[in-house]
């Protein structure tokens, strides 16, 4: 995109007044963005009201297009993606109201390939966010792209586990994209960047406004095949993003828990509305209807790296718990937790009641 073209889409989406529903109708109507400038007040009102054409007749908002210009000419990861770009996801046009500008950063190909939500709680239980990585880790190794919101809890621990895998992640945010929320969350927005992607559709200097997250999730939705809930307390951002994935015929699945627990009543409510009950990622594959002969992962032990060997030996085949486990391993119990579901998920591990696990043989 030319400089000249990147300023006419800036200017007509930081134009005070000028809704993203107004662009969308003024680039049905006119085209590209310069024609709309191009056409008249008279053109304009007759379109989207005499407001809007009073708005684009005023002076161009210079300082925040020469921000703007100035963040995506410092990195060659930054580029605007608008909804006259050929590779402008077909997914996200599914919506009632796609975005008319993204703010990318980072892998721009992987908003077109195949993807998976997971999201959840941002008060998540340690169990909950060991299986959010674990999930995320494998499903991605599969090779599908783990879309997120990089909020605490669930949505870190997915993004963190899909860092793993080639697929990555895409990170989509509630703030511009030159906003990091929640601070803490610096270092991995940073590696997503640099491994992944992150979008928004926030002007830059957006901060993190409550409304503006709820919004964000329709983008999070409309870019995968399915979504997956972790855990999720009712009512919930996550129960959300799953009413809107239905509503775009995506596919809703959701892992269930204690029934004593707050933060699985969300992802039981959403199974008695009939979403898919998930206890592996084969179940996962299954829902998106995605053949595992397509994919570059296997269920085999045979996969297993030197790492997991070592841990499959302290497991041995008698019955242990995770305390002793930790023992033995020097593995702090968390993110021992996630690196045992990851071999329940691959099938050489079973969990047993009582915390405790065995390796599984093999013939």
Request: glycine share 8%; aromatic share 4%; net charge negative.
């Amino acid at each position: 995109m030319q400089n000249a073209e990147r300023r006419a889409w800036l200017r007509l989406c930081l134009t005070e007044g000028v809704s993203p529903g107004a662009a969308r109708g003024l680039l049905a109507a006119f085209g590209l963005p310069h024609t709309i400038f191009e056409a008249g007040h008279a053109a304009l009102a007759r379109v989207a009201g005499g407001a809007v054409a009073q708005a684009l007749s005023a002076p161009e908002p210079t300082d925040a297009i020469e921000h703007a210009m100035a963040w995506l000419d410092s990195d060659a990861s930054r580029s605007l993606l608008t909804l006259a770009d050929a590779d402008y996801p077909a997914l996200l046009l599914h919506l009632t109201d796609p975005a008319p500008l993204l703010y990318l950063q980072g892998r721009r190909e992987l908003l077109n390939r195949p993807a998976l939500a997971i999201v959840g709680s941002r008060s998540a239980s340690r169990q909950g966010e060991a299986n959010a990585e674990a999930f995320a880790a494998h499903l991605a190794a599969c090779g599908l792209t783990i879309v997120s919101g990089l909020a605490r809890g669930i949505d870190s621990a997915a993004h963190r586990g899909a860092l793993q895998a080639e697929a990555a992640t895409i990170a989509v945010l509630g703030t511009g994209a030159d906003i990091v929320y929640p601070s803490s969350n610096r270092a991995l927005s940073d590696r997503i960047a640099q491994q992944g992607l992150l979008v928004s559709e926030y002007p830059l200097g957006t901060p993190a406004i409550p409304h503006n997250f709820p919004r964000r999730n329709r983008l999070i939705a409309a870019a995968a095949r399915g979504v997956l809930v972790v855990e999720a307390a009712l009512p919930s951002g996550s129960l959300i993003t799953a009413r809107l994935a239905a509503d775009l015929g995506r596919e809703v699945m959701a892992i269930p828990g204690s029934i004593h627990s707050p933060l699985t009543h969300g992802c039981h409510q959403l199974i008695r509305d009939g979403a898919r009950l998930v206890e592996s990622a084969q179940d996962v594959l299954q829902e998106l209807r995605i053949e595992a002969v397509q994919l570059p992962c296997t269920a085999s032990s045979d996969r297993a790296t030197r790492h997991d060997a070592d841990l499959l030996q302290a497991v041995g085949f008698d019955p242990v718990d995770l305390d002793t486990l930790a023992q033995r391993t020097g593995i702090a119990p968390g993110p021992l937790s996630a690196r045992l579901l990851e071999l329940e998920l691959t099938q050489d591990v079973e969990r047993l009641a009582g915390n405790c696990y065995q390796r599984l043989r093999r013939s």
